[in-house]
């Protein structure tokens, strides 16, 4: 069965705070790697691609470690805009020409000012 | 910049009745999506559309559901008779060819009463 898991959570963290989350994925044929962000009630809204050479996109820090299957997302100064619940998500190619997403269940982070 | 829209908003169904969800995907994508998400749990994946055909479904997709692209434009996913479990938000996603990023909708509520 194809996984991925994430921190439970919540989080709770004060405005500049650096917080960090974590995920696992159990499928070693995994193509590519994300995280979303979704605010309650919304759509997932795509936050970053993770690449295997870890990347940044200002405070945000995404790694991948295909070898452990972990994957992480480091946000940095943290803003009250930030409270959200953070996805996970992987891609496996499901045959033909198409790709479907699998979903953890997310992390609540709530930043306090 | 071009959004993926979704009608309606909110549908109240009873129990046995057909319902429609429409979806406009970005204009220039090839791939299409439906996702959905039960309140309080993760998002998870029903169907993907490409060529004009299914590439791959889901175990949850049963004879109930249907998809269709009816003209240049929509996307649609029809359930034949509703039950009270499928009461959920619905997703949909489009990619662009040569990428896995996917890019969702702002969501129909279904509420099956």
């Known amino acids: 069965r194809k996984e991925v898991e994430q921190d439970p959570g919540p989080f709770n963290v004060p405005e500049g705070a650096t917080v960090a989350f974590n995920c696992t994925y159990s499928n070693s044929a995994s193509q590519s790697f994300f995280w979303y962000r979704q605010d309650c009630r919304k759509e997932p809204k795509l936050l970053m691609s993770?690449?295997?050479s870890g990347n940044e996109d200002g405070r945000f820090t995404a790694q991948l470690n295909r070898a452990s299957q972990y994957i992480s997302l480091l946000i940095r100064d943290s803003k009250l805009s930030d409270s959200a619940t953070y996805l996970c998500v992987v891609n496996w190619f499901g045959g033909g020409s198409n790709y479907k997403l699998t979903f953890g269940k997310g992390t609540l982070l709530t930043v306090n000012p | 910049e071009p959004e993926v829209t979704q009608t309606p908003s909110h549908q109240v169904t009873q129990m046995g009745q057909e319902v429609i969800l429409r979806c406009v995907p970005i204009s220039n994508h090839l791939y299409f999506y439906w996702y959905r998400q039960i309140l309080g749990q993760k998002v998870e994946f029903l169907v993907s559309?490409?060529?004009?055909?299914?590439?791959?479904k889901s175990e949850i997709f049963d004879d109930q559901f249907s998809v269709e692209r009816p003209d240049g434009s929509n996307f649609t996913l029809k359930i034949r008779s509703t039950k009270l479990e499928d009461s959920a938000m619905y997703f949909c996603?489009?990619?662009?060819?040569?990428?896995?990023?996917?890019?969702f909708g702002p969501g129909t509520r279904l509420t099956v009463t």
């Open positions: 559309f490409y060529n004009n055909e299914i590439s791959e």
């Open positions: 996603a489009s990619t662009p060819e040569q990428s896995y990023e996917q890019y």
């Open positions: 993770v690449y295997s």
